[in-house]
């Protein structure tokens, strides 16, 4: 296994940090909590120019076709300015799923406009009162004169107000269905959900919405499908969470050399360096975890537990850094006009998204068991 980043992976990866540094600071993300739509524009176009929105769509259907070694890249780029984009509900897990599980013509209709940032799709599983396990799923739909129309609630739903399309994840005839649902169907009802940490998140409801039976994917087993798309997107989670962690350290450390108290910089004292020191360690150690789940999966090997074990340990690394660097930077570090508050905010949130903490526990030891 060589880790080791290619000259391109490099290039990749200086282009992202250099396009969030020019586009992106931290007074507009306070500014983008308040917006309407959640997100940048002007980073989301830019994305789409120099071909990051197509990182894991074949070149076959207009994406850069490129591994998840390099989506990794990205998303830890993205996490280090916590950039409030919908690159991960729509170039990762749409779009995995979609090119899994979708038709020929879902594929060669939808895919092309993805990579290139010009509509967006984003998956609508989670239900109130329901876990995370798409088994679980109760939304119901049926046929209807030549139609499917849909009747129930979602929850969760990133960015659906800015959507092109809602990926539906639904029941009908008792088994389970993706269909791709036009956002300004008759009968959606998007509302909005407050959150610590400013996300643009929705509840959907679906009040008899109808839309065409093509919309329906035909391809691969959906169950199937989902877990390789989700399992991937795991992966990209977690690599948010590491880049938000490495920033969040390079924070508290320029703060810890600033900073004076009893005639020396307060990094000079043992329980703050220790601090530091902690995370530096935990960030790196998951760092390598993550990259080691995006290789097995571009190398065709094994990679779901270790995806698991990814997002699980990134996010609680993300969560303890910024704990500390929150502590390091005394009184300031709670002020809402400082920065480190933005990043223990998110950290959480990464957390809680997609799969939480106890339901991964849960798929973890299933897999340690043998289950």
């Known amino acids: 296994m060589n880790l080791d980043f290619s000259d391109e992976q490099t290039l990749l990866r200086e282009t992202v940090r250099s396009l969030c540094a020019d586009l992106l600071d931290s007074q507009q993300l306070r500014a983008l909590e308040r917006d309407e739509g959640g997100y940048s524009r002007r980073v989301w176009h830019a994305l789409g120019e120099t071909g990051v929105t197509g990182v894991l769509v074949s070149e076959s259907h207009g994406g850069v076709g ?31 799923l979609i090119a899994l599980a979708g038709s020929d013509a879902q594929r060669h209709g939808w895919l092309p406009a993805i990579a290139a940032g010009e509509r967006i799709v984003v998956p609508a599983w989670q239900e109130p009162g329901n876990s995370a396990d798409i088994e679980r799923v109760a939304l119901a739909a049926r046929h209807a004169h030549g139609r499917i129309v849909l009747a129930g609630a979602k929850t969760l739903v990133p960015f659906a107000n800015s959507a092109d399309a809602l990926l539906v994840i639904a029941r009908l005839d008792g088994e389970l269905v993706a269909l791709l649902v036009p956002t300004h ?26 839309v065409d039976a093509q919309n329906l994917f ?50 000079a004292f043992q329980a703050i360096a220790h601090y530091l020191a902690d995370a530096a360690t935990e960030i790196e150690g998951v760092r390598w975890l993550v990259y080691q789940a995006a290789w097995a999966a571009d190398t065709g090997r094994p990679f779901e537990q270790l995806a698991l074990m990814a997002k699980l340990q990134a996010g609680a690394v993300f969560r303890r850094a910024t704990q500390k660097g929150v502590q390091i930077h005394g009184g300031l570090g709670f002020s809402l006009d400082a920065d480190p508050q933005l990043f223990y905010r998110r950290a959480k949130h990464q957390q809680l998204m997609y799969w939480d903490r106890a339901y991964l526990e849960r798929r973890i030891a299933a897999g340690v068991f043998g289950a």
């Open 218 to 267: 035909d391809g691969a087993p959906l169950a199937e499908a989902w877990q390789r798309a989700m399992h991937e997107t795991l992966v990209a989670l977690a690599a948010e969470s590491i880049g938000g962690a490495a920033r969040m350290l390079e924070m508290a450390t320029a703060y810890a050399k600033e900073r004076v108290q009893f005639g020396q910089p307060i990094g």
């Open 185 to 210: 169907s008759a009968g959606i009802n998007l509302v909005d959900l407050p959150n610590h940490a400013g996300q643009k998140l929705m509840r959907v409801d679906f009040a008899e919405v109808a």
């Open 66 to 96: 490129l591994g998840l070694i390099d989506c990794a890249i990205v998303h830890e780029e993205l996490g280090r300015c916590l950039a409030p984009v919908p690159h991960i509900p729509s170039c990762v897990l749409a779009a995995r």
